[in-house]
């Protein structure tokens, strides 16, 4: 028998795929497979090069960020270690910590007065309350009030409108709306401080979310602990390393083995990225690689959702064709065909997903075709063996009682 392109078999397989591929989020919902359901949904094929593939030692620093840890820092000394950092005249300062009023007054001065003689100080405040309904934060929490006064603030959440804690963080949020109106990210109010022509690049793109072009950890920015500055006397190459450029102040104690698992993030850089073991990066780490990500323009360009669908609507349907007409023809060799084409088109949409990821900065999200091919070939003889010939005796008896 001649099997036609277009015929009813190949359409209703097809639709067979995509009924199941449908059915399959309520599937995952069950209890016990609800880790598995995680696990798979927060992997993505170009965490394998990022993690594993990608040739690190060909990245270079990116001199022109300055981490700095001051997790320890009281007020007096973070007073202080303003006063000495604004010496070496960076082009912008960011201070994550939300700053909160002494009990000594004196010391307040001292803070309130280091926070005003820093010139480009962006001030990092925390949205809170995500209200779905109206789509906004209800909360935006702010430093008091006598350190905000004519500074900058920007929110520094990595995880937004709803998004669990454990997740990885891969995009970072351009904008948000609170009841007071929108606002940004301090990662994006440090950028249009240091190059006004990077944020109008961002805001061309007109995206509120973009993903994130992560360069390394903390060894890929300058980085230094608060203590270095306390020092007599101070390094002469700290001028150099610090004189406009972009010093970013935070808690990243790097160093230390007994982490605080709360101050860390999952990232697609992690080497564990099929499951779930100790989140490597700090908040501040995060926000180095997204302000490194907007100044240097290394946006990536995202695949639509209705691409990824035709894509796999495409390839599945072929799947059919190739799969009934080798049924018909010569039987013995379906099992053999039906595993290499599998086999072939997962090997070249994973290759063709790093290559386009690493070398053209596009996302080709594959996923749907993926799954499309993967199901294919078990819908196939189920649809031809059982599906098929239940539906035909099925229509057979109807249609005779009909008759009757």
């Not at 639709?15 to 209890?31: C, F, G, Q, R, T």
């Not at 700095?68 to 270690?81: F, G, T, Y």
């Not at 004519?150 to 990885?168: D, H, Q, V």
């Not at 995009?171 to 006004?196: C, D």
Request: charged share 20%; aromatic share 14%.
């Amino acid at each position: 028998m001649q099997i036609k392109f277009f015929n009813k078999d190949i359409i209703l397989a097809t639709a067979v795929v995509y009924m199941s591929m449908a059915l399959l989020p309520m599937l995952l919902n069950i209890k016990f497979l609800e880790p598995f359901a995680k696990t798979l949904s927060d992997f993505q094929i170009t965490d394998i090069w990022l993690s594993e593939l990608q040739q690190k030692e060909f990245i270079t620093v990116d001199t022109g960020i300055v981490i700095v840890n001051i997790k320890d820092l009281d007020n007096l000394q973070l007073s202080a270690l303003l006063g000495i950092i604004n010496q070496f005249e960076p082009k912008v300062v960011g201070l994550e910590r939300i700053l909160k009023r002494d009990s000594n007054s004196d010391i307040n001065k001292l803070l309130v007065n280091a926070v005003s003689q820093s010139k480009n100080l962006v001030l990092g405040c925390e949205l809170k309350d995500w209200n779905p309904e109206d789509r906004e934060y209800r909360k935006n929490l702010k430093s008091d009030d006598e350190f905000t006064s004519a500074k900058i603030s920007g929110f520094t959440n990595l995880f937004l409108e709803g998004t669990e804690r454990n997740s990885t963080v891969r995009e970072f949020s351009v904008r948000e709306t609170t009841p007071k109106g929108t606002e940004y990210s301090f990662a994006f109010r440090i950028a249009g401080l240091y190059n006004p022509e990077s944020v109008n690049r961002l805001i061309k793109r007109g995206n509120k979310t973009e993903i994130i072009n992560y360069r390394s950890n903390f060894s890929k920015f300058i980085f230094l602990q608060a203590q270095d500055f306390f020092v007599e006397p101070l390094p002469q190459e700290y001028s150099q390393l610090i004189k406009n450029k972009i010093v970013l102040l935070g808690k990243a104690d790097v160093f230390n083995k007994s982490h605080n698992i709360e101050d860390l993030y999952f990232t697609p850089l992690d080497s564990n990225y099929t499951g779930r073991y100790i989140p490597s990066f700090y908040g501040l780490e995060i926000q180095a690689n997204i302000i490194s990500t907007i100044v240097r323009g290394c946006f990536y360009f995202a695949m639509p959702g209705w691409a990824g669908f035709i894509t796999g609507f495409v390839l599945c349907y072929l799947n059919f064709y190739i799969f009934f007409l080798i049924s018909e023809k010569k039987r013995e060799w379906y099992e053999i065909v039906s595993n290499l084409t599998f086999l072939g088109e997962s090997i070249g949409l994973l290759y063709l997903t790093i290559l386009l990821y690493s070398n053209y900065n596009f996302e080709a999200r594959l996923s749907i075709p993926l799954l499309s091919i993967a199901l294919s070939v078990f819908v196939f003889e189920i649809y031809k063996d059982s599906v098929k010939p239940l539906s035909i005796k099925a229509y057979n008896s109807f249609f005779r009682r009909s008759i009757r």
